[in-house]
């Protein structure tokens, strides 16, 4: 019986701190899912949080997230590494305009995060 009650104390806790965070241009993102970074170099780059299985990746640029769509993992990786993330990001991923590599406007976004 204290294992029950334990293990169901522990599931709640789980719930309790799954973290939601607005996406600009799409809704709110649970997280769960992610692995995140914090990022503590002066740019205005803050966080990097990646869903490897959906190859999806939200990222904190100063107070607003953003989502990049069908993002690799070695990409990801490059940007993790890199020693200016700012300038990976805009050269790498950020697209110019309407559209760009990963720009989940033009690819689609993972189901599980649809709204």
Excluded: W
């Excluded at 100063?62 to 070695?74: L, P, S």
């Amino acid at each position: 019986m204290k294992i029950v009650i334990l293990s169901a104390l522990v599931f709640a806790c789980q719930l309790a701190t799954a973290e939601t965070v607005q996406v600009k241009y799409h809704g709110a993102v649970s997280l769960d899912s992610f692995a995140c970074t914090a990022v503590n170099e002066s740019s205005d780059v803050s966080r990097i949080c990646y869903d490897k299985a959906e190859r999806y990746m939200v990222i904190q640029l100063k107070a607003t997230n953003y989502h990049y769509c069908e993002i690799d993992a070695a990409t990801v990786q490059g940007l993790l590494q890199a020693s200016s993330k700012r300038q990976y990001f805009q050269t790498h991923i950020r697209g110019s305009g309407s559209d760009g590599p990963f720009d989940c406007r033009t690819h689609p976004i993972p189901k599980k995060y649809r709204q």
